[in-house]
């Protein structure tokens, strides 16, 4: 490990220089900007700590130049204590931290491990997300595990013909993902894609909202309307929740499909049907059939190219890379760069049964990343009810090479931050409820960089 100190004040220089090479790093060092970054350019520091205020080039520029050259080297800024706001201005220009003068040595070693430790994990994310590339993602769908694979070969034969498909899978499996990927792989790409949940409309607007109607149909229809299957002439329908779909209804679609063509609500005019017709349902469609709520004959008729959608559950071994996708994803949104998750926060996440399936490890994601600290995903940035996995696995206890004492202290954290939760961040009660006194609770709030002020514990 190779670090660069930029520092014009003689003391300050040694001192910093001293405790690295005491630590075991190698260092260089230079008294102003233009030096350092000449050096930086003919040398690569892993590690760089520069002053703010320095002759030559400032610790802006020098922060700037190095970011040019080598993005991935950690930059620590160095700031007497009025410059905090240039401090914070430098964090945005991509600095990894900032300590102020006066400050102890080993403040500075600390932020330097947990930059050194932040590094390995971003590496091996970089790793794992380019072993995973490619052939795992089909459309926008995600999955290596076998029975993925297969779904997409299904999906891509499937596109090419015109005949009924029939999705089934639990909630959030991605049913609507791959009506979706079938329509966009098929000839009618370029023609509408029309989508209707059959659940959430009322049984009587259902039909109008299906086929249209004529002015004056029914109370309230004062203009001619078009129904789903007019607008998606040429392309391709997706009936979401069938299982839904009342039975009166169920027979008047089993006649259109069988006829080819329908009349709006009111109407007489016979409209041709050019639909291709795409299904979904998270019931199971037999058992519907058997308590006489689903057409026996309408179901050989929809159930033409049927598509199972496994559970999350069933096919664990797709997490790590969802996981990673919605990291990507959520990154983006929310503009958190060098984003990591931790190797214990990535086995909880695998542990879990997900009954929102996909869908609930997207949230779980998606809170991770608003939440985490320091851009790392641990433990305690997800949602409570996964992290209930950990306690039940005693996960704490794995060896997996993370030193005990960082255990300890992950789990240290843990426990504050959901006595805080509790408590809506009372400290009185926080303190209470952790059995410590008020005086230890805000050490350790400061410990573990909790925003806490001196006002606030004296109360
Ligand atoms: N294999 C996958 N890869 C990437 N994202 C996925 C995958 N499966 C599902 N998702 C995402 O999960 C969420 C839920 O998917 P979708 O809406 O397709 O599920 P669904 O089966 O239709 O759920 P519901 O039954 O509740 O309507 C969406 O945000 C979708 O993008
Ligand atoms: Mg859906």
Redesign the pocket.
């Known amino acids: 490990m190779k670090m660069l100190v930029i520092e014009d004040e003689l003391s300050v220089r040694l001192g910093i220089s001293c405790t690295l090479e005491k630590a075991g790093y190698r260092v260089m060092a230079a008294d102003n900007g233009i030096d350092g970054i000449r050096l930086f350019e003919t040398e690569h520091f892993d590690i760089v700590i520069t002053d703010l205020r320095l002759p030559g080039a400032n610790g802006i520029e020098v922060l700037k130049s190095i970011k040019n050259i080598s993005s991935d080297t950690g930059v620590i800024i160095i700031t007497a204590f009025a410059d905090v706001k240039t401090a914070v201005e430098a964090m945005r220009e991509g600095a990894y931290d900032y300590i102020s003068k006066p400050f102890d040595p080993n403040e500075l070693l600390i932020i330097i491990d947990r930059f050194i430790k932040h590094r390995g994990l971003v590496l091996e994310n970089i790793r794992l997300k380019e072993e995973v590339r490619d052939k795992k993602q089909f459309q926008?769908?995600?999955?290596v595990s076998p029975v993925?694979q297969k779904i997409f070969e299904t999906i891509d034969v499937v596109s090419k013909t015109d005949s009924s498909v029939m999705i089934y899978?639990e909630?959030?499996?991605?049913?609507?993902?791959v009506a979706n990927a079938i329509h966009n792989l098929s000839p009618r790409k370029d023609k509408p894609f029309i989508k209707m949940n059959c659940a959430a409309i009322p049984e009587n607007l259902l039909e109008s909202e299906l086929f249209g109607h004529e002015k004056g149909a029914f109370t309230g229809a004062v203009l001619r309307r078009k129904g789903k299957f007019e607008t998606a002439t040429g392309g391709t329908i997706f009936l979401?929740e069938i299982g839904d779909m009342p039975l009166a209804l169920q027979s008047k679609l089993l006649r259109i499909l069988e006829d080819q063509r329908f009349e709006r609500v009111g109407g007489n005019e016979s409209i041709n049907v050019d639909v291709r017709t795409i299904y979904?349902t998270?019931k199971n469609l037999k058992e519907e059939i058997k308590a006489g709520r689903f057409r026996e004959d309408l179901y050989y008729r929809l159930n033409v190219l049927p598509i199972v959608?496994p559970s999350l559950r069933e096919r664990k071994e797709d997490i790590l890379l969802?996981v990673e996708?919605f990291m990507e994803m959520f990154a983006k949104k929310t503009g958190k760069t060098g984003l990591a998750i931790s190797p214990t926060a990535l086995e909880i996440l695998k542990l879990y049964d997900y009954p929102g399936n996909?869908?609930e490890l997207?949230h779980a994601v998606e809170m991770a990343v608003t939440f985490c600290k320091d851009n790392i995903i641990e433990p305690c940035c997800l949602p409570a009810e996964i992290r209930e996995v950990e306690m039940e696995q005693h996960l704490t206890l794995i060896c997996d090479n993370i030193p005990i004492t960082e255990k300890v202290k992950a789990f240290e954290r843990d426990l504050l931050s959901r006595a805080l939760e509790e408590t809506g961040g009372k400290k009185k009660e926080t303190a209470k409820k952790l059995g410590i006194s008020r005086g230890t609770l805000w050490r350790k709030l400061k410990e573990h960089g909790f925003p806490v002020s001196e006002s606030e514990m004296e109360d």
């Open positions: 926008s769908i995600i999955g993925m899978g909630s959030g499996t991605g049913k609507e993902l979401d979904a998270g959608l969802l996708h996909i869908r997207k």
